[in-house]
């Protein structure tokens, strides 16, 4: 790493380390129960792949309306931390239902609610991130807390292996232990993190949500939502990765190793993507990520057995780390500071409707025509987002370091 580059890692807000961790802590909590959950709702609970994927994609569809709201308010207000809060408080208290449940409309219950408490921080918290955070080095500041996240998202599913061993399979006993981690996120959030007096560059004194306002997001903005949606769609849920394993040869008990490669993969690559994206350009890495999904894609879904199956989780790991950060930069750099909330709802709400009919298609095709059509499809929805970029990219100005130019 150059001095330049060291010099950005140093320029980092401590508030920025604590949301990581707060992220890390959540995250472990969260994948701990979604590791196993599809083999409960499917093994135990007798629930089909339509019923999981139109579960994870309601659940995330619900995420993401609720981004909206929580992204406005946080806009009128000026105080993003509260909603941050109150987010991660939700999601806390909803986890001690998952191992209540008796049926999968319980399961769709407790993952409507905790995803309503993912979407009402989701929003504010991008959006103090990119409040706290110097223009030159948001990148790195992304990626830190998208890798620190996925650290959380490692530890989870080998405590759920551990736990699955120590009491003989019974889910509903290790689903029990996710609450911990998820209090003492809610406590390093409360008491860890502090966020300027007014969290936008301009106070706001009017409800944001005005034409004229909506209007200040410029074409820009517009164009990442854009490829936002048509990106969403190769991206249906993990939990067919899951199912993957296990049809792949896992015994119930190890399929949770997919969730650790993957994260593995996704925390290591998170941070220095981010760092480069701040010197080289976003779309530039966005490109690299979008083919190493096609690449994790074509492997589930035409290479049998475990190789095929690790190979491709790994790759599937790698793209996730190119480019989940990225989207959240790009707002930044493209949207309004006083609309940034705002910015980050409206470009939620839309990917998680894409989210919601890319689960449905995935559970659909995995019914009706197997694991190969379902990936397959994917790997023709992200070669689409693929071109899509490329052709940008040959717009003026686009491969250059995205900057500070909208910090308004």
């Not at 931390?81 to 999968?104: D, Q, T």
């Amino acid at each position: 790493m150059n001095g330049t580059a060291g010099a950005g890692w140093r320029q980092v807000p401590r508030s920025v380390i604590v949301l990581g961790f707060v992220s890390l802590f959540m995250d472990t909590s969260s994948e701990l129960v979604h590791s196993l959950l599809p083999l409960f709702l499917v093994g135990t609970l007798g629930a089909s792949a339509v019923t999981l994927g139109a579960i994870e994609g309601i659940a995330g569809a619900t995420a993401s309306i609720a981004k909206v709201f929580s992204g406005v308010l946080s806009d009128y207000v000026t105080r993003r931390k509260l909603f941050v809060v109150l987010g991660y408080g939700m999601s806390a208290a909803v986890k001690p239902v998952f191992p209540l449940a008796g049926s999968a409309a319980a399961v769709l219950g407790a993952r409507f609610l905790d995803r309503i408490g993912k979407g009402i921080r989701g929003a504010p918290r991008d959006a103090l991130l990119a409040d706290i955070t110097p223009p030159a080095v948001r990148g790195v500041a992304f990626g830190i807390r998208q890798s620190l996240d996925t650290v959380g998202a490692c530890v989870g599913p080998p405590a759920a292996i551990v736990l699955m061993a120590w009491y003989a399979d019974d889910f509903r006993k290790v689903f029990w232990w996710a609450v911990l981690p998820a209090m003492t996120a809610v406590a390093l959030l409360a008491f860890g993190v502090k966020e300027p007096a007014v969290s936008s560059t301009v106070a706001r004194r009017e409800w944001p949500v005005r034409r004229a306002a909506v209007g200040r997001l410029e074409q820009a903005y517009w164009n990442v939502v854009f490829l936002g949606i048509v990106f969403t769609l190769s991206q249906f849920s993990e939990a067919f990765l899951l199912l993957q394993g296990q049809r792949a040869g896992l015994t119930l008990a190890l399929v949770p190793l997919v969730m650790v490669v993957m994260n593995l993969v996704y925390a290591a690559i998170a941070a220095p993507a981010g760092a480069l994206s701040d010197r080289v350009g976003r779309y530039r890495l966005l490109i690299g990520g979008l083919l190493a999904e096609i690449a994790a894609d074509l492997i589930l879904g035409f290479v049998p057995g475990l190789a095929g199956l690790f190979v491709g989780v790994a790759l599937w790991g790698a793209y996730l780390g190119l480019t989940q950060g990225l989207f959240a930069a790009l707002i930044a750099d493209t949207a309004p500071a006083e609309l940034r909330g705002t910015a980050y709802g409206v470009y939620n709400l839309v990917t998680g409707v894409a989210l919601l009919a890319a689960s449905l298609l995935a559970g659909e095709l995995w019914d009706h025509f197997g694991p190969t059509a379902t990936f397959a499809t994917g790997a023709g929805f992200a070669a689409i987002t693929a071109v899509m970029v490329a052709r940008r990219r040959s717009a003026a100005g686009i491969n250059r370091p995205s900057t500070a130019r909208d910090d308004r």
